[in-house]
């Protein structure tokens, strides 16, 4: 069993910063990609950002210079740290992770946070 946890998310006022993090635990062998995807009311989950194993990291351009993606390999947590946020930033924020359980033989399952709010509002 694998889980996600998200923290971090709040109400911001516009051009402010919050930092999100998302903790996995259970049985855990190796986790490959982290990611964070969020979805605004009646839109579509979108790709925030993602980050490598290895460190390789990758952003949408409605976020690039202002978000940053990083990740502690030792405690399985990944980072999104974000400033100059705006009302169009407010979404729900999940984070997702290919992660190899302990004993698997089947290569990496995909995981999914529960999601945390973040309202960019005055």
């Known amino acids: 069993q694998v889980l996600l946890v998200e923290s971090g998310g709040g109400l911001v006022q516009p051009g402010g910063s919050l930092r999100l993090s998302c903790a996995a635990s259970?049985?855990?062998?190796?986790?490959?990609?982290m990611a964070w995807y969020r979805q605004a009311p009646g839109k579509q989950r979108e790709l925030v950002a993602y980050?490598?194993?290895?460190?390789?990291?990758n952003y949408a351009d409605s976020v690039k210079g202002r978000f940053t993606i990083s990740r502690d390999n030792a405690k399985n947590t990944v980072y999104l740290q974000m400033s100059s946020l705006a009302p169009e930033d407010t979404a729900v924020y999940y984070c997702?992770?290919?992660?190899?359980?302990?004993?698997?033989?089947?290569?990496?399952?995909?995981?999914w946070g529960q999601g945390t709010q973040v309202t960019v509002s005055s």
């Open positions: 997702n992770a290919d992660i190899v359980q302990s004993g698997s033989i089947t290569g990496p399952l995909n995981y």
């Open positions: 259970g049985s855990i062998f190796s986790i490959y990609a």
């Open positions: 980050i490598r194993r290895g460190g390789t990291t």
